[in-house]
């Protein structure tokens, strides 16, 4: 099956420093094919004879801590998983500025109560989405500065979380498509 793998919180900085040619050179090695980073940020599309993609991403959450030291959450969609999710996106229909928009990856689907408590929130202009595993997210003033973040949807989901820019998203989509 074909995977797109994303590794949370890594290469930020000097902290939790993944290097992505010895990473594809671990995966390939632990016997997954195909390997291609996209971007230094844990951006992953590979082929994987896993049949599940939680049983990928503890696989490769397991190399990450064993071979580099960084433990890191490891969200993974298979690449029909995201065709759908960049299909779905609620808040990019009928819209330009594709660079407002982002997607939240949820390491695990979220209680609906959690989801329907968050679901009132308002953050200005800020607009959310929860579906199912993933937030669409969209910033029309940016990023920086706004109370709509990732750690505030992790605490009230109860699930670890990494963001993508709409740019990287549909990139991922692309090169997972041609796999």
Do not use: C
């Amino acid at each position: 099956m074909v995977y797109v793998a994303l590794l949370r919180a890594i290469n930020l900085g000097r902290v939790n420093r993944v290097p992505m040619a010895e990473l594809r050179t671990v995966l390939t090695n632990a016997g997954f094919r195909d390997v291609r980073t996209h971007l230094q940020s844990g951006n992953v599309v590979l082929h994987s004879s896993k049949r599940s993609p939680t049983a990928a991403a503890k696989r490769i959450e397991d190399l990450v801590g064993s071979e580099f030291g960084v433990n890191a959450d490891v969200m993974v969609r298979s690449a029909d998983q995201l065709a759908k999710i960049v299909r779905a996106n609620p808040l990019a229909r009928g819209r330009t500025g594709s660079d407002t928009l982002h997607v939240a990856f949820l390491k695990s689907r979220p209680a609906a109560a959690a989801t329907r408590a968050l679901a009132g929130r308002s953050f200005g202009d800020d607009e959310f989405v929860i579906r199912g595993s993933e937030i669409y997210l969209r910033y029309p003033n940016g990023v920086a500065g706004s109370k709509m973040n990732t750690a505030l949807f992790e605490g009230a989901l109860g699930t670890p979380g990494t963001v993508r820019t709409w740019k990287v998203v549909t990139r991922l989509n692309e090169l997972a498509a041609a796999r």
